[in-house]
């Protein structure tokens, strides 16, 4: 186990390092800079700011500045606004977490209910309104389910406000982020429990007159939530990044937005401090999610 | 032919090992009725069909496919308009063409109805610009039927090769592949395919003028080098295991012996043997393709204006929602409905073709 978690956390490690370099690089590679397109900058102007911000050295040197002060804690000063990348990662995230941790509770406890209600109900109709509904979100991308519940339910029916820093009102973005894994746990969970229905311990237990809930929630659930365990990772990468959608359509300054506007505004720091943190984010929910699975599962070895 | 019974047939001698033939009953003609073949012998291919030709579901999804397939290749034959033509009356244009509703004509046009000619609808309005909706619609369609065609073919090119490779090697090959794939794996994927759309749309710039490839814009060809750079490592990981499974077998084992080098094995004994998981994988890929082409459309890095496709008419038509809410939902219904086809042939033909699922 030491071994695996070992190798793991090391992989982990050498692909952000991988994530930043490529970043790096790449953002290097667009023709212009951060201040190419101010047009009224003088050169000499232009010179101290690049000199600030590194950029009259070699591309190679430039990332190894980056690192060391990446060590150090340091993401650098945004070259759009000149506030500090960090305090704006920190600010802008508050929002996105509070918006993502809600959708992924809602996406796990809800698919977990439906799947098994539907595992449960097998054949009857609970189960085929379940599975239509899920087939049915698994194949509506992100945003077109924010821009439908936006329209239907604030344009038109008018039940929700549109979100406002002041007035924040979670519960359309939320839907629209967590429609589609709620899906797709709710089909997880039902051939997971289905599968775990059909084994002997379970006729064992029911044959021992173990009363039925607690064959369900004792002897069925806990055994069947293994799968699901492994989707928690890619569930928070998807929502994170499906969130750089969502926040567009609701207007909601979060994570995503900055990324998607530092790449725009050639805002190098930015997009270097947005990337790392995004990435670092969903690398390491991949890694505690994995690590959690070997450890919850007797079944697996440790290569 | 000599009619064997308990009083005619020769009598075996007492010592002799030569079986008695009157020991033997005849077979009755029911009996006989038993070895009649009851069914044609199938092969693994015919067998799969015909249990997808069972499952409704699938059926259902490939006519929806097919009635797509058609409508997108006859429509523009049929529809007079161009996807990128602003709708002009005798070579005049006219400024109440823009934004018409569904089956409405334009001033003009309406003269000209009410003059007793014939004026093609606009069966899904017009955009803001007077562009025919419908048209557009339909080339949208294409457009991201083709990227996720392409794209599935591009990921499993690359993923067959290496998955071969790496799989059929083995030894210290295929662990440092492997290495590679995971790494890539665990690259956030979307966070990279908005970077590198970026990065590859401005590094391209100019270069392809006047190839063939200029006519299908920056955009669409770095979205296809980002497929070709992402998304080939889950078909590796399925290739390299299928191979894994069978490279072992008796059979390839003769080939070997019979002299058979590594490119003949691989393409003549061990592919053939896995080929319906790749294929299913494949066709399971184009719908997610499709998700992230209307994706990028959708943050404006998909497809090049004037060209269309289902995610960039869906953000084009965000702005005027409250008024036209009819222009987001054809978009956004065509992408369901092909994500939701594909999705659901997927399904059948993984239980119709692989062989872990069979019963």
Redesign the interface.
């Known amino acids: 186990m030491l071994r695996y978690s070992v190798k793991r956390v090391l992989l982990a490690v050498v692909t952000i390092f991988i994530i930043a370099a490529i970043t790096f690089f790449a953002m290097n590679a667009i023709p212009g800079g951060p201040f190419a397109k101010e047009k009224a900058s003088e050169p000499r102007i232009k010179a101290v700011l690049e000199k600030r911000f590194n950029l009259d050295k070699p591309v190679g040197e430039q990332f190894l500045l980056y690192l060391r002060n990446f060590a150090k804690g340091d993401f650098g000063v945004s070259t759009k606004t000149g506030r500090e990348v960090s305090t704006t990662i920190f600010t802008s995230f508050a929002i996105s977490a509070r918006l993502g941790s809600m959708a992924i509770l809602t996406a796990l406890v809800m698919g977990l209910v439906l799947g098994s209600l539907a595992a449960l109900m097998r054949g009857k109709w609970p189960d085929r309104v379940i599975i239509f509904f899920t087939t049915l979100f698994v194949a509506v991308p992100s945003f077109i389910l924010a821009t439908l519940l936006l329209l239907v339910f604030s344009h038109l029916l008018g039940w929700f406000k549109v979100w406002s820093i002041s007035d924040p009102n979670y519960t359309l973005p939320v839907l629209a982020l967590a429609l589609y894994p709620m899906a797709y746990i709710t089909r997880l969970t039902k051939s997971s429990m289905l599968d775990v229905l059909g084994q002997d311990y379970i006729r064992t237990a029911r044959a021992k007159g173990v009363k039925e809930q607690l064959v369900i929630f004792k002897h069925a659930l806990r055994n069947a939530l293994i799968p699901v365990v492994t989707y928690v990772g890619p569930l928070t990468a998807y929502i994170l990044t499906g969130s750089l959608v969502v926040e567009t359509v609701f207007n909601i300054g979060g994570l995503g937005t900055h990324f998607v506007t530092g790449i725009n505004n050639r805002d190098y720091p930015m997009i270097m401090g947005t990337t790392i943190f995004l990435a670092t984010l969903m690398v390491s929910m991949t890694l505690i999610s994995d690590l959690f699975y070997k450890a919850i599962d007797p079944k697996i070895t440790f290569d | 032919m000599s009619d064997y019974t308990a009083d005619t047939s020769p009598r075996k001698k007492p010592l002799s090992l030569q079986l008695d033939p009157g020991m033997f009953e005849r077979a009755t003609d029911e009996e006989k009725a038993q070895h009649e073949v009851m069914r044609e012998s199938t092969t693994f291919f015919r067998d799969g069909l015909r249990r997808l030709s069972r499952n409704p579901l699938s059926m259902l999804s490939i006519a929806t496919l097919l009635l797509l397939l058609i409508t997108i290749f006859v429509a523009p034959l049929i529809v007079p308009y161009k996807y990128s033509e602003v709708i002009k009356v005798d070579g005049q244009r006219d400024r109440t063409t823009a934004n018409l509703r569904p089956m409405t004509y334009s001033v003009l046009e309406q003269e000209k109805v009410d003059a007793g000619e014939k004026v093609f609808p606009h069966i899904f309005g017009t955009d803001e610009l007077g562009r025919d909706y419908f048209i557009r619609v339909i080339y949208g369609a294409r457009v991201s039927l083709a990227v996720g065609f392409f794209a599935s073919i591009i990921v499993l090119v690359i993923g067959l090769l290496y998955g071969s490779v790496s799989g059929y090697v083995g030894g210290r090959t295929d662990i440092i592949m492997m290495r590679i794939v995971?790494?890539i794996y665990?690259?956030?994927?979307?966070?990279?395919v908005?970077?590198?759309s970026?990065?590859l749309d401005?590094?391209l710039?100019d270069s392809l003028k006047g190839t063939i490839l200029a006519s299908l814009g920056n955009n669409m060809i770095s979205m296809f080098v980002v497929f070709g750079l992402l998304y080939w490592v889950g078909m590796a990981r399925l290739v390299r295991g299928q191979i894994l499974a069978i490279k072992n077998n008796e059979y390839v084992l003769a080939a070997k012996a019979l002299g058979g080098n590594a490119r003949r094995i691989i393409l003549k004994h061990i592919l053939p043997n896995c080929i319906s998981v790749i294929f299913i994988a494949t066709a399971l890929q184009i719908?997610s393709a499709i998700?992230v082409e209307?994706?990028l459309s959708?943050?404006g890095l998909g497809v090049q204006a004037p060209m269309p496709s289902l995610?960039s008419l869906?953000?084009l038509a965000?702005g005027g929602?409250?008024i036209y809410?009819y222009k987001?939902l054809f978009p956004?219904l065509g992408?369901?409905l092909i994500?939701?086809s594909f999705?659901?042939l997927g399904d059948g033909l993984r239980d119709a073709f692989d062989p872990r699922l069979r019963r």
């Open positions: 995971d790494i665990s690259l956030p994927d979307t966070l990279m908005v970077m590198l970026v990065v401005q590094v710039g719908p998700f209307s994706f959708f943050i995610g869906a953000n965000r929602m409250q809410p987001m956004a992408i369901c994500v939701l999705n659901l």
